[in-house]
């Protein structure tokens, strides 16, 4: 099993940059998929940014150059750093992992981007 806490969201302008934290109760190292969801108003849940077990990342194409993802070892916790913040990508951001052949969630980090 795996707990995790977001933090980081907030309020800021467009262009602004934000940085998530999501804080895993056990190594990252040991989760077979750790990713970034968000979910706008009237949308579907969509991916953003995922880190596999092998190290390897992968980002949106909307968020491509804008946002990357990075990992503390030491510290258990996976980030997200967005850059360049533009208002669609007001939404709530969820950290997922992937781990035993079940899915767990965070609570969610509100983030919202003025024009």
């Known amino acids: 099993q795996v707990q995790l806490v977001e933090s980081g969201g907030g309020l800021v302008q467009a262009g602004g940059s934000l940085r998530l934290s999501c804080a895993a109760s056990r190594s990252t190292f040991s989760i077979d998929l750790i990713d970034w969801y968000r979910q706008a108003p009237g949308k579907q849940r969509e991916l953003v940014a995922g880190?596999?077990?092998?190290?390897?990342?992968k980002h949106a194409d909307s968020v491509k150059g804008r946002f990357t993802l990075s990992r503390d070892n030491a510290k258990n916790t996976v980030y997200l750093q967005m850059n360049s913040l533009k208002p669609e990508d007001t939404a709530i951001y969820y950290c997922?992992?992937?781990?035993?052949?079940?899915?767990?969630w965070g609570q969610g980090t509100q983030v919202t981007v003025s024009s």
């Open positions: 997922h992992a992937f781990l035993g052949l079940r899915d767990y």
């Open positions: 880190l596999t077990i092998g190290g390897r990342t």
